[in-house]
């Protein structure tokens, strides 16, 4: 069984468009992220919910905004998209046990192209 | 300065090579630390926790050294499916800190 999935994998637009990509996770995890990984293959925080709450909000445009219908599923939202959006975008959960946070576990990623 | 720092490499080592890695963190409230492998246009994956002192599994070795704020990863016997890129991962509360990666490539 696939532990956290990511819908579509991969996404063509262009420039301006609306468009979602969506997160879901079966292990019970609390929290979950979404990062952006450029061409440069940094690996970068975007958000973090624990239990449907937003814990994280790094420096992001407004134009991204996540939602958490429920623990087990985040989704992003990205607005006017622009052509330095592509990249691909990784979903990830993990949770937190005693005072420390396990391991992450990440979606196999959305490379998204805006044209 | 970043929080998880690591040399880029590329590292390439022929077949049986011991290769090592080292990545260091600003940090000194970060609790744990990992070591992910990412193959090429593939999501991380963990390839060992490192809570303590270090950590041992199969051929790969890591070590954390609180008072110099470095961890390691020790490849031992390398195969060329080792070939990837290696992230270290600090990990302070929710927050999850990745270097830049380290490329690997064993030769035949």
């Known amino acids: 069984d696939t532990a956290v999935s990511q819908t579509p994998k991969y996404l063509v637009t262009q420039m301006g468009n609306d468009k979602s990509i969506k997160c879901e996770q079966n292990?019970?995890?609390?929290?979950m992220y979404w990062y952006k990984q450029d061409s440069k293959k940094f690996l970068k925080i975007m958000f973090s919910?624990?239990?449907?709450?937003?814990?994280i909000n790094e420096t992001v445009p407004n134009r991204f905004s996540p939602k958490s219908p429920d623990k087990a599923h985040l989704n992003l939202h990205i607005n006017s998209l622009e052509l330095g959006d592509s990249a691909v975008y990784f979903c990830?959960?993990?949770?937190?046990?005693?005072?420390?946070?396990?391991?992450?576990?990440f979606g196999p990623g959305t490379r998204l192209t805006v044209l | 300065r970043k929080e998880v720092e690591q040399d880029p490499g590329p590292f390439n080592v022929p077949e049986g090579a011991t290769v090592a890695f080292n990545c260091t963190y600003s940090n000194s409230a970060s609790q744990s630390f990992f070591w992910y492998r990412q193959d090429c246009r593939k999501e991380p994956k963990l390839l060992m926790s490192v809570y303590s002192s270090g950590n041992e599994d199969g051929r790969f070795t890591a070590q954390l050294n609180r008072a110099s704020q470095y961890i390691s990863l020790l490849i031992r016997d390398s195969k060329l499916s080792d070939s990837a890129t290696y992230l270290c991962?600090?990990?302070?509360?929710?927050?999850?800190?990745f270097g830049t990666g380290t490329s690997l490539t064993v030769i035949p």
């Open positions: 990830a959960s993990s949770q937190i046990v005693g005072l420390r946070t396990d391991t992450q576990y």
């Open positions: 292990l019970g995890h609390d929290t």
């Open positions: 991962v600090g990990n302070t509360g929710n927050q999850f800190y």
């Open positions: 919910y624990n239990n449907k709450e937003l814990i």
